[in-house]
């Protein structure tokens, strides 16, 4: 079946969909983009996406092309047009097409490339890898310096992913100094005791919608957060561990480095917090 999607005002189906080869988002990923999820046909934390994506566009010095009520509309059209009801909607917006290459950015006068299609995920949020849990490998975090941004340079995570998958495993935790940073597309906690440890926010990681939600949520069922950094080490001898993101939810991890973590299945913490988590998305969903 052929996918609607959109581009610049129009719904249009995939195989008709076409956007500039002098497009500064393919030339220079200079560009933007998020990820929200649909479950039973409802969009998931959508406010919080609008919000981080107002404030990428902002520090690219990009035009937001659209208002809140605008983006919602134009995601639950998506929605409807693509019969989703388990899934997600990706949303990009680049600086747009100046006229021809150049590596300073063209003037406000130039429109930006808006860009949006679904992809269907039935049973997303029962997925079973749940109930294991994920193996990931550390490996050096070299990317620039704005992680904060949710630029579309993202050929960096995809190498991350590609040496997890070599080496047989899930995923990959960034490190830096010692200290991990998040994981490729997601962010990484450890526990111990009742105490969820995660890295505080700045220019290091992404500021996680998921994440925000989770910290919130774990505080109020009365889990002691703690935002500080922490070592692979001290990861390996947690008690448990874990990942947050728009499509992964939380997701327990059971291995760093091939050394187990607790007992190398989830523990009891963190499938509670994704119960709890996809118990109140689902209230507030949109």
């Known amino acids: ?6 581009v610049n ?3 249009l189906p995939e195989t008709e969909a076409k956007v500039s080869v002098f497009d500064r988002g393919f030339l220079m990923a200079d560009g933007v983009y998020e990820v929200t999820s649909v479950l039973g046909g409802k969009l998931i934390d959508f406010q919080g996406h609008c919000v981080r994506l107002a404030r990428s566009l902002s520090e690219l010095d990009m035009t937001n092309p659209m208002t ?13 047009q693509n019969g989703i009801q388990d899934g997600m909607i990706y949303l990009q917006v680049t600086r747009g097409n100046p006229g021809d290459r150049d590596f300073a950015f063209p003037g406000p006068d130039v429109t930006p490339t808006v860009v949006a299609f679904t ?16 193996r990931v490998i550390s490996i050096p975090d070299i990317r620039w310096g704005r992680r904060d941004i949710k630029t579309v340079q993202l050929l960096y995570p995809s190498m991350g992913k590609m040496m997890a998958k070599k080496a047989g495993v899930d995923d990959a935790w960034f490190v830096e100094e010692g200290h991990v940073t998040e994981g490729t597309s997601n962010n990484a906690y450890i526990v111990k005791g009742n105490r969820i440890i995660t890295r505080p926010l700045s220019s290091d990681i992404l500021h996680g919608i998921t994440r925000a939600a989770v910290l919130r949520f774990a505080a109020e069922a009365q889990m ?23 499509s992964a939810f939380v997701m327990p991890v059971v291995e760093l480095d091939g050394a187990q973590i607790g007992t190398g299945k989830p523990g009891k913490l963190v499938p509670r917090l994704r119960e709890i988590y996809l118990e109140e998305m689902r209230k507030a969903a949109i």
């Open 9 to 11: 005002g129009d719904y």
């Open 119 to 134: 992809q269907a995920k039935p049973g997303l949020a029962e997925n079973p890898q749940a109930a294991i849990g994920i």
């Open 224 to 246: 002691v957060v703690e935002e500080r950094l922490f070592t692979v080490e001290e990861a390996k001898q947690a008690d448990e561990a874990f990942i947050s993101s728009a």
């Open 1 to 6: 079946m052929t996918r609607t999607v959109y």
């Open 68 to 80: 809140d009520a605008e983006w919602l509309a134009m995601h639950r059209e998506l929605v409807a």
